[in-house]
Every structure is written in C-alpha cells, then in structure tokens.
C-alpha cells in the first residue's frame, strides 16, 4: 500500500532557489526510507512537503491518497520530529509527551497509560516528573521520539534527529528506534547526511543529489543480517 508519492516534483523558492528538481518516488507502508546526500540537496524540503508545510511548485505530492495540507488539518496520522527535540521547558516529561493526545481529546488515564508505554519503549519511564532542562541532549530526544509515538502515527518523519548527538548517545538512539520501527511497523521517512546511518537505520534509501536536487538512486538496504 502506498503512503507518500512524489510525482514530477519541482520546488523552487521565491529567492530562485531549486531545491528540487522532477522529483519521482513512491513510499510503501512499513518502508524505514531515508533520504541521504549533502546538506542542500532538498532533503528537509522534501519531508516538508509531506508534512504539508512546503508546497510544489510543480508536480503533486500525495500522502494516503490526498493532499498533505487537507490531511494534517484532520488527523494524527503524520508526526514529526526535528534535529532539535522542541520541547516545552515548563512542562514535565510526562505533560510533554501527552501534549498530542490533549489536543485530541483523549482523557486523563487514557493519556497517562499511553504515555506510559511510549516513555518505556524509550527508556525513560523513570523520568516523568523530570523537565526538560534537567534531561541531557540525548534524553531530550527521547522524549521527542516518544511524543511523537504518543499519537501512534501511521507515517513519522525525522530530520536529522540525532545530528547534534555525540556518538554513543547516537547508537543507542539509532538501535532503539530499528526496535521500534520493527515492533510498530510505522513507516519512517529520516532525513539524514551521513551514510552509516542511513545503511544501518533504512530498508530503502534514497541517494539525492544537489543543485538541483534531484533523486540520484534508490536502493534496498538488505536487513538480514548474518
Ligand atoms: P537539505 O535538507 O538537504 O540540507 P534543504 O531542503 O534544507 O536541503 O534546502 C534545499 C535548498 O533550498 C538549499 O539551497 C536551501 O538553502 C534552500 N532553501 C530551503 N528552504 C528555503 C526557503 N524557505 N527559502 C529559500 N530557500 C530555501
Ligand atoms: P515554503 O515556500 O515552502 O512555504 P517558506 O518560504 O515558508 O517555505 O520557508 C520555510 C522556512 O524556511 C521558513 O521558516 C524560512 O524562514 C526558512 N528559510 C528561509 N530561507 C531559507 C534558506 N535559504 N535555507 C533554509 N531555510 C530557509
């Protein structure tokens, strides 16, 4: 089943600039795509365009069937996690991470449990009355990761989400989150420009290329491991 589609993507910004240039891709449910390239290439304005904050200038991107901007208006499908972890400084750990489910109106024990249950998966369950200034740069992503995951969202886009890690806190992030995309089956679109990363984390990767960022290759990444 397809989630995302580009077809004939242009995007060129008001300043001239072409970020992307006939971009053609199709993204099927469960997929861990990453797109891989230099810093430029039009990689964060592609997974823009998904989450419906960037519109083509030419061509249509479609996630399930319609028109991205229609489909963030309705729904928890799509949710998004940035380079930097964007959290609120005045709320817990806890009240972070069920803020997606405040705004949908789902009650207090309901959010509690789900909350719960998306801090475990990120190791965190010991820190739900903590705020995050007291949290480290690695634990603050975590809590982003796990706010995401509170909404349980059919497509989670990621940009950059580790870049400003060091290294060991970055392993540790990249093997939780292939346990959680194997145990969630969310397809995953990540946004990165290192390339361990992108072979280790995907099982699809698409190589851009810059100026104009176009879609160099498309490869299957063969999980199975020996
Ligand atoms: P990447 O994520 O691969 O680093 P971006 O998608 O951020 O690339 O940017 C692609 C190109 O478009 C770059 O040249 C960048 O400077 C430019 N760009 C990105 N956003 C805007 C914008 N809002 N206005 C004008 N130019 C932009
Ligand atoms: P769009 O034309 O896709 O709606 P916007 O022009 O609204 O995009 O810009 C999206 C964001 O990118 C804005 O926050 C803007 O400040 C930022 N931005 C502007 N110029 C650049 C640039 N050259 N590179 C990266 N980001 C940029």
Known sequence: KEVVSFKGVDKIYNTGTVALSQLDLSIQEGEFISFLGPSGCGK??????????????????????????DLIRNSNDIAYVFQDSNLLPWRTVLDNVVLPLELRGSNKNTRKEIAMRVLEMVGLKDYLKSYPRQLSGGMK???????????????????????????????????????????????????????????????????????????????????SYP
């Not at 249509?60 to 901007?69: D, M, R, S």
């Open 44 to 69: 964060s304005t592609a997974l823009r365009m998904v989450a419906g904050l960037s519109e083509a200038t030419k061509g249509k991107v479609e996630v399930f069937g319609q028109n991205p901007k």
């Open 141 to 223: 992503m975590r809590v982003s990761i796990a706010r995401a995951l509170a909404a349980k969202p059919k497509l989670l886009l990621m940009d950059e989400p580790f870049a400003a890690l060091d290294e060991m806190t970055r392993q540790s992030l990249q093997m939780d989150l292939l346990d959680i995309w194997k145990k969630e089956h969310t397809t995953i679109l990540f946004v990165t420009h290192n390339v361990y990363e992108a072979v280790y984390l995907s099982s699809k990767i698409a190589v851009m290329s810059a100026r104009p960022g176009r879609l160099a290759s498309l490869i299957d990444v063969d999980l």
